[in-house]
């Protein structure tokens, strides 16, 4: 593990640590917390070398893209945690929109994916620790961006910034406006609840109202993707009923 020289303008309250290589920065951003890191700690590397995304799968990161994790210590109910992916799911769609042609169709696909004309350009992984009493004694948002280059052959088609258009990017201006969006996002979230976050998520719903096929892990539904929930879970329709989904995952039409 090697620090980097120089570093990002971030919002007050950010604490960045800019390595050149690690094997996860959900990880280190993990032991951090466990050795008692203040909330606003962001942990950016170059190269991730061991890195896992949500069930278990591999998560590419090569250099040019951007990988970071934001440590967090919000005093609410575990439960809660979920709404935190969509504000920064919602920063993440902002930051890329503001890059790309205004042509470009950027849409948030359920749970935490970032997509650009249908192709995965961002992804999310959250995990957490709580407390005794069932509340989050700390939560790290990881961060995944393909800003110039993407994996191929992958099961969702991905592409990056480069490819769908985006001119001047850099890896550093990618993460100084995820974090802004970010910083004014959860603001939002703290101060007026969840019902914000989920009405922005909802105007960029990749697939709301169509036909989707959701994997779970001992069976797979199709059914209409009718909403998101109050709690930020997939309402799913089911030939005249509905079933709330809270982990899964999700493509369009049947398959």
């Not at 960045?16 to 203040?38: C, Q």
């Not at 799911?89 to 948030?108: K, Y």
């Not at 009493?133 to 961006?145: E, H, K, P, T």
Request: with cysteine; hydrophobic share 45%.
């Amino acid at each position: 593990m090697r620090l980097m020289t120089g570093e990002a303008l971030l919002p007050s309250g950010f604490h960045l640590l800019a390595l050149d290589s690690i094997d996860s920065t959900n990880e280190e951003a993990k032991r951090l917390a466990e050795s008692g890191a203040p909330e606003g700690t962001v942990v950016w590397a170059k190269e991730q070398t061991a890195v896992k995304g949500r069930r278990g799968r591999t998560w590419v990161t090569t250099r040019g893209n951007l990988a970071f994790s934001i440590l967090l210590r919000p005093d609410y109910p575990a439960a809660e945690a979920l709404q935190v992916g969509f504000v920064a799911a919602n920063g993440i769609a902002l930051a890329v929109a503001e890059v790309l042609p205004r042509s470009a169709a950027v849409t948030c696909k359920w749970p935490n994916d970032v997509l650009v004309e249908g192709r995965k350009v961002s992804g999310l992984l959250l995990e957490s620790a709580t407390t005794a009493a069932g509340r989050l004694d700390w939560l790290v948002v990881g961060v995944g961006l393909n800003v110039a280059g993407y994996p191929a052959n992958t099961e969702f088609p991905a592409t990056s910034l480069a490819a769908a258009g985006a001119h001047g990017v850099t890896v550093v201006g990618m993460l100084e406006s995820i974090c802004g969006h970010f910083h004014s996002g959860l603001a939002g979230w703290r101060d007026m609840g969840f019902y914000p976050v989920r009405e922005a998520w909802l105007e960029r719903a990749h697939g709301l109202g169509e036909p989707v096929t959701v994997r779970l892990e001992k069976e797979t539904l199709t059914g209409e993707f009718r909403t998101l929930d109050e709690q930020g879970a997939l309402v799913l329709g089911l030939n005249g009923d509905e079933r709330r989904i809270t982990a899964g995952d999700v493509f369009p039409g049947v398959r």
